[in-house]
């Protein structure tokens, strides 16, 4: 998890990115490899919305369970045991609660786990093959322009 933290706050901030060459070491030029490492580092903005929209729906379903608490203790506060009608009410909410509460750790949970597992493996490929590469700036700016990632494509 610290490592998912680390590479997504990199990556907000823009450190983890390819640039030119910084005059020292090899520099690359081939223009697959400079390719294959601006479509990974694409991939990871990609990856992190995944990450962003299943915490956001998580987030949302819990937001629902504490509304419905509130709700829930206020119809306890003013219902009168004796009217049928107020305390099926009360079990209809209790009954929606503990759906979307199942729903928060059966589906939500695990959603933003399995996101975050994939975010970091493709955040360690890429630390490992393209972070601190020199990249040829000309074949780089290239690359830039004409990139085209087809593995990142939604399926038709």
């Keep these: 998890m610290k490592q998912f933290a680390a590479a997504a706050l990199a990556l907000a901030c823009g450190i983890v990115s390819i640039g030119p ?6 520099v690359i030029a081939d223009r697959a490899t400079i390719m294959s490492c601006l479509c990974r580092q694409q991939g990871l903005t990609i990856l ?3 990450v962003d929209v299943a915490k956001q ?27 049928q009608g107020q305390v099926d009410a009360v079990k209809a909410m209790n009954l929606q609660r503990e759906q ?8 939500d949970f695990p959603r933003v786990q399995e996101a975050i597992r994939v975010y970091e493996a493709a955040s360690g490929r890429f630390q490992s093959q ?12 290239q690359a830039q322009a004409n990139l085209s990632c087809p593995e990142l494509s939604p399926p038709q």
């Design 57 to 83: 729906i998580l987030e949302e379903d819990q937001g629902a369970i504490a509304t419905l608490d509130r709700q829930i203790e206020a119809a306890r506060a003013s219902v009168d045991v004796n009217v």
């Design 100 to 107: 979307l509460y199942a729903r928060t750790y059966d589906f």
């Design 130 to 141: 393209c972070l601190g590469q020199s990249f040829d700036a000309v074949q780089l700016q």
């Design 21 to 26: 060459a910084a005059g020292h070491g090899v």
């Design 48 to 50: 992190m919305d995944r």
